[in-house]
């Protein structure tokens, strides 16, 4: 049993030896996503208390006792609507990702594959959102569409397209002259099997350091918006909102309102980025060093 | 010279087709997306007769193309047309706001070249040392931190516990600014009419806000002067330098990071998309009566013009700075021009 034991720890030890410093920091920034993974996915294991219930305990109630984090306003326990908060977060955060990641993908493969006038006219209206402030965009689209989470979503997802297209439009221009895809070409393969069978594949393993940190930004950006107000309505729980509603009471001292829901949407922020930077400099030690 | 010339005259051509498409992309964004803006704003309820004036008058009846052209044609001639809302020009509730989101992201942008600047040159030097890792851990934590939530913390720290600093607002409450008030940039306004009481006030409103803002901003450039300095580090000439016998302090922090400043120039123009941001949620957070405020106010009160003229303002702002530290760059390194 303890042989069993002791062979994974010793390759995930020997791991550490071979990368160093930056074999840790994937670790830790993967051991906190899986923390509060765990947390959205089952909730009910952790949280003692109804995230709405307004009768959980007395009112602005300090941390300690039956209340690890102490309550709100509201008479609600603090650490309970942190638990289930990490649904939404999670939830838009990673799926925006995948959708950004998904149409700058195709528009990148397409416009580098292309060439000419689509390649031309992708480019400049990328590079136009591209320099735009992402958050603007973002609180201009979650004010178009109106509270939901689905509108949350796709405002923060829109925002991250041309970081997709710019990397996989660059990496597709670079493939595309390789032998292999002129190979393929001489043989008589088409342009759809030489785009999925030939680049994609080669384009896939850069765009997944860039997914983590990505999403590392995604969950700041949907804490920003609901923060400030848009894009949520007041029957979800989410950290953002929980921090807006503790400013009120920052002057009161009722610390806890703030201190709990932002420590939270920073450490998961810094789990995903140390994933990434992790990821970065293993896959590729010079992508990040120079 | 003449090179130079003509390299900024066919640059700032270039910002035109990027600030059509900007325009383009706000149109779509504000306009072609579901949702009416006169319903919203007269709520579900206004008779069919109001809500159809108040289309015509802000014409919004005519095809969606013709709009389109109208906006262009306003747009070109600076006018952002009237506030919903208010009995106001949109150009007025700008230029009563601007002057403060300029102050604080000057500000702000001073603290996070001054901090991150130096601690990046410093961690280059002391490559792969404990230093190093300390400053590349702080370049990365300060990155997770949200601009608005490290407001509040700060905000609670020095605001309440530590009672050292005002919390919101530009000025205190028995400093008036219409006492000074000129051209909307306070500490010039109010040295302009040597008002030192009030210069001093306005100053430590500021300090908090743009702290916060310059702290946030500082772990981008941090890996960004490093990364730099690094590759400079490696350069011919710092050997050549240290060979002549000048001191390591004077090759790292004056000969590489001189040369390291220009690709971290470039950099800045794209860092001011985040800067912008990090205005419009500092500005919450501290009640700073500036861009980002007004932009939220109206949102709520679904004043559309207003909303569209501010959100085009920054996009001219961004577009304008990129222009500008592009043609830096030109004047600063000779290479460049094309």
Known sequence: MAQGLGRPFRAFAAMGRKYGVEWWILMFGAAVIAVIVFMAMFPHTLAPFDPFSQEAGPQLANPGGPHLMGTDNLRRDVWSRIVFGSRTILGVSVLAAVISSLVGIFFGLLSGYAGGLVDRGLSLVMDAVYVFPGLILAIALAAMFGPGVINITFAVAVIYIPTYFRLVRGQTLAIKQELYVEAARAIGAGSPTILMKYIFPNVIATTVVVFTLNVADAIMIEAALTYLGLGLPPSVVDWGMDLAMGKKYLASGQWWLITFPGLMISTLALGFTMLGEGLAEILNPRLLER | ?338
């Open chain 2, 1 to 338: 010279m003449k090179n130079l010339l003509r390299y900024i005259i066919a640059r700032t051509l270039m910002t035109i087709p990027m600030v059509f498409i900007l325009l383009t992309i706000i149109f779509v964004v504000l306009r072609l997306m579901p949702g009416d803006p006169v319903s919203a704003m007269l709520g579900g309820h206004a008779p069919e007769k109001v809500i159809e004036q108040k289309r015509e008058e802000l014409g919004l009846n005519k095809p969606i193309t013709a709009q389109y052209v109208d906006y262009l044609w306003q747009v070109s001639h600076l006018d952002l047309g009237d506030s919903m809302v208010l009995q106001q020009k949109v150009t007025v509730a700008i230029r009563e706001k601007l002057p403060a989101t300029i102050e604080l992201t000057t500000f702000g942008m001073i603290i996070t070249l001054f901090l991150g600047v130096l601690l990046g040159a410093y961690a280059a030097d002391k490559r792969r040392q404990a230093q190093d890792s300390a400053i590349r851990l702080y370049g990365i934590v300060i990155y997770c931190i949200p601009v608005y939530w490290m407001g509040l913390m700060l905000q609670l720290l020095f605001g309440i516990w530590l009672d050292w600093l005002p919390i919101a607002g530009r000025t205190g409450p028995r400093i008036f600014a219409s006492d000074f008030e000129y051209t909307g940039f306070y500490l010039f306004d109010t040295l302009r009419v040597h008002d030192f009481e009030a210069f001093r006030d306005v100053l430590v409103h500021l300090v908090l806000p743009s702290l916060t803002l310059g702290l946030s901003l500082s772990g981008i450039f941090v890996r960004l002067t490093r990364a730099n300095m690094l590759d400079v580090l490696k350069a011919d000439y710092i050997l050549a330098a240290s060979a002549r016998g000048i001191s390591h302090a004077t090759i790292v922090y004056r000969h590489a990071l001189k040369n390291a400043f220009i690709p971290i120039l470039t950099m800045m123009g794209l860092q001011v998309a985040l800067l912008m941001a990090g205005a419009i949620l500092t500005e919450t957070t501290f009640s700073w009566p500036g861009m980002g405020r007004l932009l939220l106010e109206r949102i709520y009160l679904r004043d559309y013009p207003t909303i569209q003229g501010v959100i085009i303002v920054f996009a001219l702002i961004v577009a304008f700075i990129s222009l500008l530290v592009d043609i830096i760059y030109a004047v600063v390194d000779p290479r460049i021009r094309y």
